[in-house]
């Protein structure tokens, strides 16, 4: 064919630029097609590999045991290998858990830098990983990460992740899902009219630790921003080239592009679908609906798309095949040999990331008799998620584990490796009242404990990826059974796990039973291991919430106080407002809960086998420029007040008393630290305090985040917290900065 005479973009290497200048348009379409086996014989009526030879697939999912032929077949008929995709960034076979409770960014990093040697041994060149935020608890995708309520430590989380996978060019980075996706109570993919500012402030902060850590694109999202789909639109096009580069990738999610003409009427066709996904979404991955394959082509004959625009976004794709290493090494996880590596490699850094990812609520401090569980304790272990089903720890994207159950250790495995003779019994089922015979055998085991533990909450299906509940809570059958067993057994020690993919409320029944209270997300692989090593006191709790939990039943939403100021405030925040107040009518708690807070848990609670106190708060200083020019350091003294070495983190909060551009937060988390200390240690921690980390957007997004001094700084000082948790914080704002724990400075121009 005659050689095409465009300029070579800088960010395109000039392998990639060759190797699109030698294709067809169909062939440089296919570069953009993404499809696995099974949909492409669905939708195109022949089999994949017939494609693949024409150099009409650029990419797949996970293919099996075809991968090893279809990359053959490619590179022997001269075309690129194809770039498989997958969502593991928790493992293959082995896999740890979603990075929900682990403050510790280090571990995190290391897990995802193992997640993507394994993928590697699959043959897997790019990972996708979940930024998204649930705003309701009603959710299914609340468990991959958008239970996470504070944008700046997803932004963190997502750092480390983006930094371990990307470590040493092993996979890509994609980060999903771009556009304002659960921000609703309804069910999945689903979204509320959100403004740009707060789409950008609340959403793409969640991002921006990814797009720093070098993250190559996103997939867009099932939902439209200020009525554009997410797929057609330039605004989220250019915002992802702006943070990721030129050549970022925009990959499609499963066939939305389709969607833009049979779900949101935004198309006239699927043509025209095409046409938009390319021309004003910027897409470069067309998934699972082979529409760029049908019709880019025919609209460059037309003149509607410019031939140099489809080449271009061809060898964007090649480049990053390229950096990858899949040009040079095709054939890479398709060795006989990889099943077994994959089972052999190593898995302490998934098994630390579940250890550290156990939060424990209760007791508040140290109580040696309840916790670690003594070696001569008499265990029983009840409750439907203690051993019914394997799966319920793996949870929702765990790659290929769920097809290695028998490598999943339960919890009553991890027990009963530190106490043999455990016994166990159900108890009662999920949400199905037990039979008889099952409640007489939990009480009859339970009356000879000395330590009961019982293991509650959701299974696997109940969240996840189109798994939304109407009404969820924690089953009935489940809260009888702690309430059944604690009047079997008064004097024995009780223990409760409650793993859920979402925010539930913990009943006031098991709040009164418990001698001790356990949050867990799905664990994964190595779940048993993790719990029974911190009952046993081998390894101590470190995890904390990242999210807040409900006072009550049916409260989904509302318990994240770094919300804007747009509605009447829980209490008051300026001291004179004390006088005004009114039978508490400034305080919209529920009705019958009498709460000025809807979370009985807060952000970063968590406890462990020590205790810890602050002191000295500090601030050196009494004002903060807007202008950037000297940074405050504020800083607090952390000590160990216990019998054993522990780990402590410690919060950083802001509170802009004023802004007269656009109303301020409650509150919004800064940073964290933490400080693992021995018995009667102490450290100083500091915290240094930029104006940059204030700025925020005014009332127009195309003005960028600045910071905002309002007109009588003096008059309305801002406040930092250093607290252990957010509920410390709300407590400090509720005696109007009344509290050691408050710093308080002037920010002026």
């Known amino acids: 064919m005659t050689h095409r005479t465009f300029s070579k973009p800088p960010h395109i290497t000039d392998r990639a630029w060759a190797l699109a200048d030698g294709m067809s348009l169909r062939q440089l379409a296919g570069q953009l097609t993404s499809i696995d086996p099974g949909r492409y014989q669905a939708l195109a009526g022949e089999d994949i590999a017939q494609a693949v030879a024409r150099g009409e697939i650029g990419g797949s999912g996970l293919v099996g045991d075809r991968l090893g032929e279809l990359q053959r077949i490619a590179v022997e008929n001269g075309h690129p290998p194809l770039l498989i995709k997958d969502d593991g960034r928790r493992g293959f076979y082995l896999v740890g858990p979603f990075p929900l409770y682990c403050f510790d960014m280090e571990r995190v990093r290391r897990a995802h830098e193992q997640a993507a040697i394994d993928a590697n041994k699959a043959g897997v060149r790019l990972i996708r990983i979940t930024c998204d935020y649930a705003f309701a608890q009603r959710q299914g995708r609340t468990q991959e990460g958008g239970i996470i309520s504070c944008p700046k430590f997803m932004s963190e989380v997502t750092r480390a992740s983006t930094e371990g996978l990307a470590a040493e060019d092993r996979v890509g980075v994609i980060l999903k899902h ?34 720093e ?217 999920y949400d199905r009242d037990p039979d008889p015979g099952e409640t007489t055998e ?34 009935y059958p489940q809260r009888r059974l702690v309430e059944e067993t604690r009047r079997a057994n008064p004097e024995a020690k009780l223990i409760v796990f409650v793993t859920a ?46 999210h807040g939990l409900p006072i009550g039943d049916g409260i989904t939403s509302g318990f994240d106080s770094q919300r804007e100021r747009i509605d009447r405030p829980p209490v008051p925040v300026v001291r004179g407002s004390a006088a005004r107040r009114q039978r508490d009518h400034w305080c919209a708690y529920y009705l019958g809960l009498g709460a000025r807070w809807p979370a009985a848990y807060h952000f970063g609670e968590g406890y462990s086998y020590t205790s810890f106190a602050l002191s000295d708060w500090a601030l050196d200083g009494q004002s903060l420029s807007a202008s950037g020019d000297t940074p405050l350091t504020a800083s607090v003294r952390v000590t160990n007040t216990g019998e054993r070495r522990g780990t402590e983190t410690v919060h950083l909060y802001y509170q802009d008393m004023v802004c007269e551009e656009r109303t301020p937060r409650l509150l919004e988390r800064l940073a964290h630290r933490q400080v693992t200390l021995e018995p009667g240690a102490s450290e100083v ?33 801002d406040r930092l917290f250093l607290v252990q948790h957010e509920g410390q914080a709300l407590d400090a704002i509720e005696r109007f900065g009344e509290d050691p724990r408050v710093l308080s400075f002037t920010l002026v121009p």
Not at 518 to 523: A, G, I, N
Not at 685 to 705: C, N, Y
């Open 178 to 211: 771009l556009g304002p996706y659960q921000y609703t109570a309804g069910p999945d993919y689903t979204a509320l009219p959100i403004s740009r500012v707060e789409f950008l402030d609340t959403v793409m902060t969640r991002y921006t630790g990814g797009f």
């Open 501 to 546: 993919g979402r925010a539930l409320h913990i009943p006031a029944g098991i709040e009164a039973a418990a001698d001790a209270i356990f949050w867990t997300s799905h664990l994964g692989t190595f779940a048993g291991d993790a719990i029974g090593d911190i009952l046993a006191g081998v390894r101590a709790p470190t995890a904390r919430l990242s």
């Open 685 to 717: 921690l500091s915290f240094t305090v930029a104006a940059d980390m204030l700025a925020k957007h005014g009332r127009e997004a195309a003005g960028g985040r600045r910071v905002w001094p309002d007109r009588d700084p003096a008059a309305n000082p």
């Open 442 to 475: 939990a009480e009859k085991l339970a009356r000879a404990a000395s330590h009961i533990v019982i293991f509650l909450g959701e299974p696997h299906s109940w969240s996840g990826e189109s798994a939304a509940l109407a009404d969820p809570r924690l089953p």
């Open 213 to 429: 850590a070098g993250a190559d694109g996103v997939m867009m999202s099932f939902v439209a921003l200020n009525g554009v789909p997410a797929h057609a639109d330039p605004y989220l096009r250019d915002l992802t080239k702006a943070n990721a580069g030129p050549g970022a990738i925009i990959e499609s999610d499963y066939d939305a592009i389709y969607e833009l003409y049979g779900g949101f009427g935004y198309a006239a066709g699927p043509k025209e679908a095409a046409y938009r996904a390319f021309a004003e979404g910027g897409v470069h991955i067309d998934l699972c609906s082979l529409l760029y394959l049908l019709h880019l082509p025919e609209l460059v004959e037309e003149g509607r798309i410019p031939e140099e625009d489809l080449m271009v976004r061809a060898a964007e794709m090649l480049t990053l095949k390229e950096r990858l290493g899949l040009l040079d090494d095709p054939f890479l996880g398709t060795g006989p040999e990889h099943e077994q590596a994959l089972l052999a490699g190593p898995t302490e850094v998934y098994r630390d990331l579940a250890t550290a990812s156990v939060v424990m609520l209760r007791p508040t401090r140290p109580d040696p008799a309840t916790l670690p569980i003594p070696e001569d304790a008499r265990v029983c272990v009840l409750g439907p998620l203690a051993e019914q089903d394997p799966e319920d720890w793996l949870g929702a994207y765990s790659s290929h584990a769920f097809h290695r159950l028998d490598l999943v250790t339960t919890p009553l495995a991890g027990i009963r490796r530190h106490w043999p003779e455990a016994t166990y019994a159900r108890g009662c089922d």
